[in-house]
């Protein structure tokens, strides 16, 4: 079974550079997480979608970061304009549990590097 | 509010070593669950277990070990004989229903496995 696939590994753009990045969960999870993990720190969470409805979003910068997730499949994130503290790794994961349920595993990508110039 | 914490930040141990990682969490939900994740230096989280509060017994897979202590809010995770192959990014991490299961995860302790 393929796992959480994300792109690109690594990108590396100038500051207020539009940036994208993409992750494909694996199939049949209907809960999707971007987070964001900066060096020698935890994942923090960004955004978390029950299908294709964003239902936790409070941690996401708005005014630069939206990320979306047509047809509850694959989800994009997107920064515009990039900044220097933007730097981090983007992981994307997913989870057979929603909402309440007991929390099933995360299974997470390998994340895309951000190099912000 | 949830709080994880792995006050060790980097741990060298030569092989065939015991390691001990340790995991303090804070919550005030009587219902939770508690994760511990390996970080390779391929980047990807890997899950390694899972336990809820409500069950304390320890729990063994092959050279790792956990320790689940209520009473002090701990789940700590052992790893016995240690390999080169261990070297990894460890997480903690807490994650409650009420709270629409976020993951709440600590800083990570890094282990080195020196051959």
């Known amino acids: 079974e393929a796992g959480v696939v994300q792109s690109p590994r690594y990108k590396i753009i100038e500051k207020k550079q539009p940036v994208a990045f993409w992750c494909n969960p694996i199939s049949g999870h209907n809960t999707l997480y971007w987070y964001l993990q900066n060096l020698g720190q935890g994942p923090e969470l960004l955004i978390r979608?029950?299908?294709?409805?964003?239902?936790?979003d409070s941690q996401l910068p708005k005014d630069r970061f939206s990320a979306e997730r047509l047809k509850g499949v694959d989800s994009t994130l997107k920064i515009q304009p990039a900044e220097l503290g933007d730097s981090a790794v983007y992981l994307c994961a997913s989870s057979l549990a929603r909402g309440t349920e007991f929390p099933g595993e995360l299974f997470f990508g390998e994340g895309s590097r951000l190099t912000v110039l | 509010a949830q709080k994880v914490t792995q006050a060790q930040t980097e741990i060298s141990v030569v092989e065939k070593e015991d390691v001990t990682l340790d995991c303090v969490y804070e919550?005030?939900?009587?219902?939770?669950?508690l994760f511990w994740y390996k970080q390779p230096p391929s980047g990807e989280l890997v899950f390694l277990i899972r336990r809820n509060s409500f069950d304390e017994q320890n729990e063994i897979s092959g050279r790792y070990s956990w320790n689940f202590q209520k009473s002090t809010s701990s789940f700590n995770f052992t790893i016995t004989a240690s390999q080169v192959v261990d070297s990894a990014v460890y997480f903690c991490?807490?994650?409650?229903?009420?709270?629409?299961?976020?993951?709440?995860f600590g800083t990570g302790t890094s282990l080195t496995v020196i051959p």
């Open positions: 919550t005030r939900d009587t219902t939770y669950y």
């Open positions: 979608y029950e299908n294709e409805e964003a239902v936790d």
């Open positions: 991490a807490l994650s409650a229903p009420h709270t629409g299961n976020q993951f709440y």
